[in-house]
């Protein structure tokens, strides 16, 4: 079986999940409290994979004392420092010798692929002679905000657009692309974007251009582009669907837990009612509560006299006497309480990039 390297992107500044990522990498952000990079890794080392290259930039130490050394995923991780965001080709670049003489996948670390991409590995590795790479493509409602594909009766690539104004079809390319090592002579002879970056849609253009072969491949599974508020919380409703109920914390006998729950050790339900699929985070203390469907609870949060469901709370936050939240998503020491003193009325101390709509 034909070794494949992977590159793994887990820079980048999260711009479009603000306020969650101003202290937070965004590929760390969690889907049923498990880090999105952490599925990235998973399908990477399922599809065979061992030997990856992370690109990390300004959020560096915490990506590197999360994934650590890789070996809890069965891989083998390589660091490659990315100053500033230039592109996905100069991420390509900078990871030449790394990547040395290895065909590979590179995988956007801020993606989920739900079924994984051992068929398309797979695919890549017994590839017809002169193709030498291949993308991944989902159809999509809004394909102006990606890279769309136009392919010719073969399903192999003609052209690519990046983030057209005029989509040529709804092919939207996903964040997932294999490369033989003809890929390293196209991210060098490629000229910048308008707006700054090494365009990895650029590089594979010029491959098509000198005549190579790229073949596409449609996802027909789930994939998700977590980079916005309201992806996150489909992927984490996609993440829920499929685990299992499994009670390791104290769960007192005047509370409810209904359907599929996981209520991980150290967490405590006190007079609650929960009902799944959600999940509720070690050390976490819930209290006169109501956890709905789709909801992801962080580690050490207390939720008291609260109604949540389909919503995403990070590690450490508070909500107390809140009559319902719905769809919320809600970073690291969060705190949200019912106002007490005189006059009743909304107090919002909010940062840049915030959401807040009050019934």
């Known amino acids: 079986m034909t070794t494949l390297k992977g590159l793994v992107l887990a820079g980048g500044t999260g711009t479009r999940l603000r306020p969650i990522t101003h202290t937070s990498a965004k ?158 002579k196209a991210v060098e002879s490629i000229m910048p974007s308008a707006r700054g970056e090494l365009e990895i849609t650029d590089a594979i253009q010029y491959l098509i251009d000198s005549g190579a072969r790229v073949s596409s491949k449609q996802i027909s599974g789930y994939w998700k582009d977590l980079g916005q508020p309201e992806a996150l919380l489909e992927g984490n409703r996609l993440v829920l669907e499929d685990i299992e109920a ?35 985070g070690r050390g976490s203390v819930l209290k006169d509560c109501f956890i709905g469907p789709f909801t992801s609870i962080g580690e050490d949060c207390l939720i008291e006299a609260t109604e949540i469901e389909n919503s995403i709370l990070l590690a450490g936050t508070t909500v107390d006497g809140i009559q319902s939240l719905e769809g919320s998503v809600l970073g690291k020491q969060v705190t949200v309480r019912r106002r007490q003193a005189r006059p009743i009325a909304n107090r919002l101390v909010v940062g840049d990039h915030s959401i807040v709509e009050i019934a």
């Not at 100053?83 to 670049?93: I, K, N, R, S």
């Not at 967490?267 to 799944?276: D, E, K």
């Open 246 to 280: 499994n009670t390791m914390g104290v769960v007192d006998e005047l509370s409810v837990v209904e359907g599929r729950v996981i209520i991980e050790k150290g967490a405590t339900i006190l007079r609650s009612r929960l009902r799944g699929p959600a999940i509720i």
């Open 27 to 184: 590929q760390l952000v969690p889907l049923a409290n498990k880090p999105i990079l952490f599925y990235a890794l998973e399908s990477l080392a399922e599809a065979g994979v061992v030997e990856v290259g992370m690109i990390v930039g300004e959020t560096r130490k915490e990506v590197m004392a999360a994934v650590g050394d890789g070996s809890d995923f069965g891989l083998k991780v390589t660091y490659i420092p990315q100053e500033q965001p230039l592109g996905l080709a100069h991420c390509v670049m900078i990871a030449k010798e790394f990547l040395g003489d290895s065909p590979f996948v590179m995988f956007l670390g801020d993606n989920l692929i739900k079924d994984g991409i051992v068929e398309f590995a797979n695919s890549f590795r017994e590839r017809e002679p002169g193709v030498c790479a291949e993308i991944l493509l989902a159809r999509v409602p809004d394909p102006h905000r990606f890279g769309v594909a136009i392919l010719d009766d073969d399903g192999h690539v003609k052209g690519l657009v990046e983030k057209p104004k005029v989509p040529p079809s709804d092919l939207a390319l996903v964040g997932v692309y294999f490369f033989d090592t003809s890929v390293h």
